[in-house]
């Protein structure tokens, strides 16, 4: 399996027929939170309070993408991501940073509404980093307007995906590295910082060539100043995924790949470097001392420091 023109070419309408059903949800609660360690911008392991806001999905229908399942398909209403965020905070334990994950671009006002951000910044300016998502395109001005309204460092995520322009361009994700060059440099300019996400082994790629691709991503990301990657193993189960799976144009990547990825560009010592470990089971199928290498990567995450192997 290696990158090849004749990969398929799919449009969002063949992407949207592989899905499966939503999954029920509520546009006045978030349909998941959580209070998780994470290495800080300032060296040290913090609390981060990460809510996952039920909005409308994002316009863009991505290749590799399954957030689609916890969205609604209409904007929710007035108040309603406000409501859900007081709601959060108030069941979460006490966190320095607060990630404002919403499936999609928290800069759509499709999806977050722009009347409710005085409200959210109400909510949020307590924290230390406030980390919210959004596609490369949808970076403007309004990005250092919001970081004035909250009073405190604003983190926008991006997905980056890959640096390789063929297999960025099969993804579906109608933008270009230059776009997401762009993008970092506005956002470098408002003094917004960057996180990008990473795929590892996206479809029509090989092992070895996913290995080499995520790599060479995370190297791009540092290079357009970026703090922060996230190194992210392509899963199946959005439906387009899993036809490709069944027609030999994707496979998910393995434990040990992560682990190389991971090896090479921690080492670098350039920015933080996140090997995303949910769910991280499925790509241990057959190897041996998982429980310990993942803890490896664990530690990994939390320290920012390669650590030597020992098995």
């Not at 909510?123 to 309204?149: A, M």
């Not at 063929?166 to 408002?190: E, P, S, W, Y």
């Not at 387009?240 to 190389?260: C, G, H, M, V």
């Amino acid at each position: 399996m290696v990158n090849s023109e004749s990969f398929p070419r799919l449009t969002n309408a063949d992407i949207v027929a592989a899905r499966g059903l939503r999954n029920p949800v509520d546009p006045w609660r978030p349909y998941h939170s959580l209070v998780e360690r994470e290495c800080s911008a300032y060296g040290e392991v913090e609390n981060v309070a990460t809510i996952f806001l039920t909005n409308r999905e994002c316009p863009w229908k991505c290749l590799m993408c399954d957030l689609w399942k916890n969205t609604t398909q209409s904007t929710v209403p007035l108040g309603a991501i406000p409501a859900q965020i007081e709601f959060a905070l108030n069941e979460l334990p006490k966190a320095s940073s607060v990630k404002l994950y919403n499936s999609g671009n928290f800069f759509d006002r499709n999806a977050v509404p722009e009347v409710d951000r005085g409200r959210i910044a109400e909510l949020i300016r307590e924290f230390r980093t406030v980390i919210v998502e959004n596609h490369p395109k949808l970076c403007g001005p309004e990005i250092g307007r919001f970081q004035d309204l909250i009073g405190t460092q604003l983190e926008v995520a991006m997905g980056l995906e890959t640096s390789d322009p063929a297999t960025l361009a099969r993804l579906n994700k109608q933008m270009t590295i230059d776009d997401f060059a762009g993008a970092c440099k506005i956002l470098r300019q408002l003094g917004v910082q960057i996180r990008a996400f990473v795929l590892l082994r996206p479809p029509g790629v090989s092992e070895g060539d996913g290995i080499q691709q995520a790599i060479e991503s995370v190297r791009f990301a540092f290079d357009q100043g970026v703090s922060c990657c996230a190194v992210i193993p392509t899963r199946s189960g959005n439906g387009i995924l899993d036809r490709l799976e069944q027609s030999n144009w994707f496979k998910s990547p393995t434990l040990s790949s992560l682990e190389a990825v991971m090896d090479c560009t921690v080492a670098w010592q350039r920015g933080r470097v996140f090997a995303d470990l949910w769910d991280i089971e499925r790509f241990s199928e057959g190897e041996s001392n998982v429980a310990e290498r993942v803890h490896r990567l664990e530690t990994m995450n939390l320290t920012q420091q390669w650590i030597q192997p020992t098995w």
